[in-house]
């Protein structure tokens, strides 16, 4: 079946730096790369996806990059803030499922 | 309240008891997903329905679990025999039918198998 590898598994950055959070995946046929973040106690929601026919999204501080050539796509968020303390999952729609990656912890640091 | 509910919250059983979970999606959802989430993971596929079938179940779903969605619209996840690695927390999605849609969640239940 489908995986989804994502890295780092944990993630410290200083408050107002950048972090960046990278996946990689096996099948081509996948067109679909949504992004979830999860706060503690909490159900995952989407921040942000990327359809297959593009190769960047933005959305004010957070963007998404794809390569389909080689299978992969990052999450970047500038500036970053002590509410982007989360854990945040990549995804992929194959055959009408999310397939989603074990996730990073970010952690911001004041 | 518009968005996907799961009850219940939490749900605390003995080793061998039976349980059942409710989903219910956005109203003009018409796919359903089940996962299940443990601590540090991320979200596992287990099943989901389009409308009222049933298309596909994770070969990870051991015969003890069984899900319906009889009427298209609220489904019941239910484990029989509970074990302790049950202990999980299940998450309900639910999304439109067209193709690369969002999906959203719902809170989720916690089960705890002592």
């Known amino acids: 079946g489908e995986n989804v590898e994502q890295h780092p598994s944990t993630l410290s950055v200083q408050e107002g730096d950048s972090a960046v959070i990278k996946c990689t995946y096996s099948?081509?046929?996948?067109?679909?790369f949504p992004w979830y973040k999860q706060e503690l106690g909490k159900r995952p929601q989407l921040i942000i996806d990327?359809?297959?026919?593009?190769g960047e999204k933005k959305d004010q501080r957070i963007a998404v990059t794809l390569n389909k050539t080689a299978k992969h796509f990052s999450l970047h968020i500038t500036e970053t803030q002590p509410e982007d303390s989360a854990v945040y999952f990549c995804a992929l729609n194959r055959d009408d499922k999310i397939i989603f990656g074990k996730g990073t912890r970010l952690h911001i640091l004041p | 309240d518009t968005g996907v509910s799961q009850d219940p919250r939490h749900k605390i059983t003995k080793r061998g008891q039976n349980v059942t979970f409710r989903c219910d999606p956005i109203s003009e959802h018409n796919r359903l997903y089940w996962y299940r989430q443990t601590l540090g993971q991320g979200p596992e596929f287990l099943t989901y329905?389009?409308?009222?079938?049933?298309?596909?179940k994770s070969r990870l779903l051991s015969d003890r679990f069984s899900a319906e969605r009889p009427k298209g619209s609220f489904s019941t996840l239910e484990i029989q025999r509970t074990e302790q690695g049950d202990s999980a927390m299940y998450l309900c999605a639910s999304r439109l039918g067209q193709i690369n849609t969002e999906a959203f969640f719902g809170q989720g239940t916690r089960l705890t198998v002592v």
């Open positions: 990327i359809r297959s026919n593009v």
């Open positions: 099948d081509s046929a996948s067109n679909y």
């Open positions: 329905f389009q409308n009222e079938a049933q298309l596909e």
